[in-house]
Structures are given as C-alpha cells and as structure tokens.
C-alpha cells in the first residue's frame, strides 16, 4: 500500500474515466459487510458498476516489490479470479497493481464481469494516482470493475487518507494477503485493522534476510496464515467461523456441514473448480460455500478437494 507524499497537482488530476457517482448506504447494493467496520463509511463515490456478492479477497503490499514478488501477486490473484473471487487492492504501484493486473486476466479467462476487481483511491476520483496506473485504472473500468473513493472529487491524495482508506480494503474483504511489506507499511496497517475487523490474515513468506518481508515474517509470528499458492488461501477462506456473523450473512447451513459438503463434491464433479459457477448452482451465500469446500478438503485428505482424484493420472 502506498504513503503517498504531497503531489503536485498536474501530476494526478488530468483524466479521462467518467464522473463518480455518489453511493449512500441507502442505496441499492451498499456493501453491507462495511456496516460493521470501526468508522462505517456515510458515503462512498464510484466509478464503474456496483460491486455483487462475490466473495472478495484483498491483495496488499509493497509499492517498490521485487519481480518475485511481483510474479507471486499477478498469480495468486489471477488463480482466485478464475475461482471466483473479487481481488480488492489499492491502486498502488508495485503489489496492489500487480494483483489487479492478475484479476483482469483470470476474469478474462472465465468470462463475465461476475468478479472484476475493485480498487480503493486515497483520493477523489476521477482523478487517478499515481497517474501511472490510469491505464490498468480504465482496464478495470472496461471489464465491469470499480474504482471507489470515499473522498469527493478533487480532493488530492495526502498522507493520511491512505492509512484511513486501508480499512475499507480489509472491511471489504474475507481476507487480506500480505506480499512484501516492511514492519512499518501502510499493508501492515490494513493487516491491523483486518484482525480488528475480524477477517483473516495471510502472509507469503520470503527471504529470511530481506527487510522487504520482515513485515510478512512478524505476521505470520503473530498468527497469520502462512501461504504460497491460491489454494492455501481458499482453504484459510473456506475454515473461516466469523465471516458470516462480521458481514450479517446468513452463511450457517441449514441442513448442516456434512450434507453441504456431500452436495458440493457432486456439482464439482459436474462444473468443476470454478466458484463462481458453484455460487450460482447451488444458490448459496459465499461463507456457505466456502465453509463447504474447506470440509471437501479436509475429508479427502492431503489437503486437495476430491474432484483432483479424477485428474491425477492425466498430469
């Protein structure tokens, strides 16, 4: 995540993305999981569509990410994407922007604009900083993404939004996956007030001489889900007991885990790993789904969902 300095004005106010529109909480589609945040937002101002249900994950880090780092965001981001979940980030150089890269090609990849990412601005739209990322800014818009502020137009970015900002990331999200932050980084603060918000934490480990991963290593000392890879990620998001009751979801299954996870190894075996698809087929909420997958994996054993069994000797 960015810690923006004072930027000249010529450097972020020129653009060509459309006005924001003003979105309240009385309105269609507010996003209700930000009902129970420290600080709700009164207003938010978007561009683009209003973001679904998809269950959303947000991708945070480091503006001045090593190609590693950079390489490890684009994929883990674009595997989720295919999955079918919203990649939320700031639109920060470095990680945020490589994960939101890794979102329009897996979105691309399935089709649909179901799960388009969405990126929060320390700034009023439709400005766009750093004016670097306009392009990928205007990418998102195309594919039925969403840029949102909760900063009115022309407001310019200051060093204190983001930190605020950051909050928003986290309360939109099931979890927020930490890749590349020193201990003192904006990303270590959304991972603060994901763990205040009660949404799960993930870190990807590095090299233990690295101060770009120090961040991430105090992370996962603290608690932190360590992960490498998607699945690691789908699994933490599918063991989690607080989603449901932090968003107000009705994500309990009512004729309980085991009959849920039995219904859901059947439609994998028939639509596969895509979870935007079983979303729609089974009709339920995302913590629902996810609770189920995470039982599929645990009674297969090993870690791997059942469906994998009828791929292994194809590999």
């Known amino acids: ?60 880090g480091s503006r001045k990410a090593t190609v590693s780092g950079l390489r490890v965001a684009f994929q883990i981001s674009s595997e989720l994407s295919r999955r079918g979940f919203r990649i939320v980030s700031g639109l920060a150089l470095g990680i945020d922007a490589a994960a939101l890269d890794g979102a329009l090609l897996g979105g691309s990849e399935t089709g649909g604009p179901a799960a388009a990412p969405l990126a929060l601005l320390g700034n009023g739209l439709p400005a766009i900083y750093p004016a670097a990322n306009r392009p990928l800014a205007r990418r998102i818009l195309s594919c039925g993404g969403a840029l949102i502020s909760e900063y009115p137009s022309g407001t310019a970015p200051r060093p204190y939004h983001f930190p605020r900002r950051n909050r928003l990331i986290s309360g939109w999200s099931v979890a927020v996956v930490v890749i590349e932050a020193t201990r003192r980084s904006g990303s270590m603060g959304t991972a603060q007030h994901a763990l205040d918000q009660g949404c799960e934490v993930c870190a990807v480990p590095g090299p233990v001489d690295s101060a770009s991963h120090e961040g991430c290593h105090q992370l996962i000392r603290d608690g932190a889900h360590l992960v490498t890879c998607a699945r690691d990620i ?23 885990l085991a009959v849920d996870v039995r219904r859901l190894d ?35 054993g090993v870690g791997q969902p059942s469906v994998s069994r009828s791929h292994q000797g194809q590999k």
């Open 234 to 256: 789908i699994e933490v998001c599918g063991g989690m007991g607080v989603g449901g009751s932090r968003f107000g979801l009705a994500g309990a299954a009512p004729v309980g």
């Open 1 to 60: 995540m960015e810690r923006s300095d004072a930027v000249p004005t010529e450097r972020w106010a020129a653009t060509e993305i459309e006005a924001p529109r003003r979105w309240t909480p009385v309105c269609r589609r507010w996003p209700v999981q930000l009902r129970w945040i420290a600080q709700p937002p009164q207003e938010l101002w978007i561009c683009g569509s209003q973001p679904n249900d998809a269950p959303a994950i947000a991708i945070v």
């Open 266 to 300: 059947l439609e994998r075996k028939q639509h596969g790993d895509d979870l935007r698809r079983l979303h729609e087929v089974t009709g339920w909420s995302p913590v629902r789904l996810l609770r189920a997958w995470s039982g599929t994996t645990i009674e297969t």
